[in-house]
């Protein structure tokens, strides 16, 4: 069975300090491995895919993550931190039928 | 311009008053599923289909029905709403193929009286 695990349900930087959450995964297959964001009262946008091509992802608003599967993680990073990365973010493996199996996920705080 | 889209946004409702969810997405999207998102429980499949008259639940089925007669249309159904059924609610399509990006429509809030 798959599942995700997410460290920390929250997080808080100081704008420009970097951001780092924590995602670890569990699959019994090769994965593929999404990071979603939830700003506040809207719904979710994909932030980037890992889908087996380069284990370096990057994706939108400046985040990037790294699929280390020696580790079975990948975390999402981003080196400075904007007061418009609060958010709720979520890490998800997909499995049958495109099924997206969620973390509990991490809520950032960003604060002056 | 792609999307998927639900109504209504925001619904409140008592105990045992059926009601639906609509969900449709525009990009013929064979696969389309429900989610509820609850605080620390992130996101979980209610249901989903993987074409028309096609579908199967997922990891919390119970109090929910779905119906899939038009590849464009996935509704939503509570027959008895409960409280424990306060929620977020997203609808969701994608294509065959892990690799695909998932649409995610805006969200549903619902709260059971």
């Known amino acids: 069975a798959q599942s995700v695990t997410q460290l920390g349900s929250h997080v808080s930087v100081s704008e420009g300090a970097l951001v780092l959450l924590r995602c670890n995964y569990s699959s019994s297959v090769p994965p593929y491995l999404f990071w979603y964001v939830q700003y506040p009262n809207q719904g979710l946008q994909l932030l980037l895919k890992y889908t087996s091509a380069a284990t370096l992802v990057k994706g939108i608003n400046g985040f990037e993550a790294e699929f280390k599967k020696s580790e079975t993680s990948f975390h999402l990073t981003k080196p400075s931190a904007h007061m418009s990365d609060a958010a709720e973010y979520f890490c998800?493996?997909?499995?049958?039928?495109?099924?997206?199996?969620f973390g509990a996920g991490t809520r950032l705080a960003v604060h002056p | 311009e792609a999307q998927v889209t639900q109504n209504p946004r925001y619904l409140i409702t008592v105990t045992g008053k059926k009601l639906t969810v609509t969900c449709s997405q525009n990009?013929?999207?064979?696969?389309m599923s429900w989610y509820r998102q609850d605080p620390g429980l992130g996101l979980r499949q209610i249901y989903y289909?993987?074409?028309?008259?096609?579908?199967d639940k997922g990891d919390v089925p119970e109090g929910y029905k779905v119906s899939r007669k038009e590849k464009r249309n996935f509704p939503l159904i509570l027959e008895s709403p409960s409280p424990n059924q306060t929620s977020l609610y997203f609808c969701?399509?994608?294509?065959?193929?892990?690799?695909?990006?998932?649409?995610f429509g805006p969200g549903t809030r619902l709260t059971v009286l």
């Open positions: 969701a399509s994608s294509d065959p193929g892990s690799t695909d990006t998932q649409y």
């Open positions: 990009m013929n999207h064979e696969y």
């Open positions: 289909s993987m074409n028309v008259e096609v579908t």
């Open positions: 998800a493996v997909s499995g049958w039928y495109n099924k997206l199996i």
